[in-house]
């Protein structure tokens, strides 16, 4: 079993809808969660740093870790064309190692 | 501007032909890494270095050596490259290893290997 596992998509939804990306992982002992932004061409850019269960809300983003259900997820709110990109979970795992899913790439439709 | 930088960004080379790709970042950080990134896999790590002159593997590290003699640097380098290794390979950087929330990663290397 993968630790971090996360559906590849891809995900195209209209400009202003609400998007959801998910990722679920093996390990409960994991406390650092981690959204990366890469768009095409590009290194990867972190969105949303979070610790334990919770959510964290920065603009049109929210971040949500469910520790009980090994879940966590990403909230886009009125979704941009700007926002087309791949998406990448992350989890801190330890003070060397982050553990990356494999992206799921999300398409807005103008 | 805070940026970490690649070089060469695509490279074609042929087998056993050793490379190396060029990492530097200015923003003082200690931490560094490399990861490689393939399709259905995400990115996958090969190397880090917690601060100058200490280097240690990452999940991926066969085929690849890494050096660390200055801060700013963190040169990636394949002695005798394969077609396995052609991926998208990216550098990484942050204030520490328990800073994560500061990392920041370069553009990218793209390396074909024929």
């Known amino acids: 079993q993968k630790e971090v596992e996360q559906d590849p998509g891809p995900l195209s939804v209209p400009e202003g809808a609400i998007v959801s990306l998910n990722c679920t992982y093996s390990?409960?002992?994991?406390?650092?969660f981690m959204w990366y932004r890469q768009y095409s061409r590009k290194g990867p850019e972190l969105l949303m740093y979070t610790y334990s269960s919770g959510n964290k809300e920065d603009g049109r983003f929210t971040a949500q870790v469910d520790k009980s259900s090994k879940y966590i997820s990403l909230f886009i709110r009125d979704s941009q064309p700007s926002d087309s990109a791949t998406y990448l979970c992350?989890?801190?795992?330890?003070?060397?190692?982050?553990?990356f899913g494999s992206g799921t790439r999300l398409s807005i439709r103008p | 501007e805070a940026q970490v930088t690649q070089n060469p960004r695509y490279l074609i080379t042929v087998t056993g032909k050793k490379l190396t790709v060029t990492c530097s970042q200015n923003m003082n950080h200690e931490y560094m890494s490399w990861y490689r990134q393939d399709p259905g896999l995400g990115l996958r790590q090969i190397y880090y270095s917690m601060n100058v002159e200490v280097t240690d593997k990452g999940d991926v590290p066969e085929g690849y050596k890494v050096s660390r003699k200055e801060k700013r640097n963190f040169p990636l380098i394949l002695e005798s490259p394969s077609p396995n290794q052609t991926s998208l390979y990216f550098c990484?950087?942050?204030?520490?290893?328990?800073?994560?929330?500061?990392?920041?990663f370069g553009p990218g290397t793209r390396l074909l290997v024929l």
């Open positions: 992350a989890i801190d795992s330890s003070a060397s190692k982050i553990i």
């Open positions: 390990n409960s002992a994991f406390q650092y």
């Open positions: 990484a950087s942050s204030l520490s290893a328990g800073e994560q929330e500061t990392q920041y």
